[in-house]
């Protein structure tokens, strides 16, 4: 498993926004694949962290814009994000 097959994910996530269908995880298979965005409401630049539910792996990107469509936490909401995304083991 390589990191290019999380990367294939931002694709599906950005073609699909604002209704992202359920992501099959490269892991470990399953259909339990989650994303959050956070960063800067007004320039929409932050970082994008991509997991599955399933088997807690997942990535980190850093410097990621996101779309307007996409709901993106604030970098003043780091509570609701440590409530929103759990800790995953990150794929290096």
């Not at 399953?30 to 960063?39: E, N, P, R």
């Not at 792996?57 to 929103?84: C, T, V, Y």
């Amino acid at each position: 498993m390589s990191r290019n097959e999380w990367y294939k994910l931002i694709g599906e996530i950005h073609d699909n926004l604002p209704d992202v269908p359920s992501l099959q995880c490269p892991h470990c298979g399953q259909k339990k694949v989650d994303f959050q965005y956070m960063g800067d409401p007004k320039t929409r630049i932050g970082f994008l962290v991509i997991w599955c539910n399933a088997c807690l792996h997942g990535i980190h990107i850093s410097r990621a814009i996101a779309p307007e469509q996409a709901k993106m936490l604030s970098f003043d909401d780091k509570e609701e994000f440590k409530k929103r995304v759990p800790d995953f083991t990150q794929i290096i």
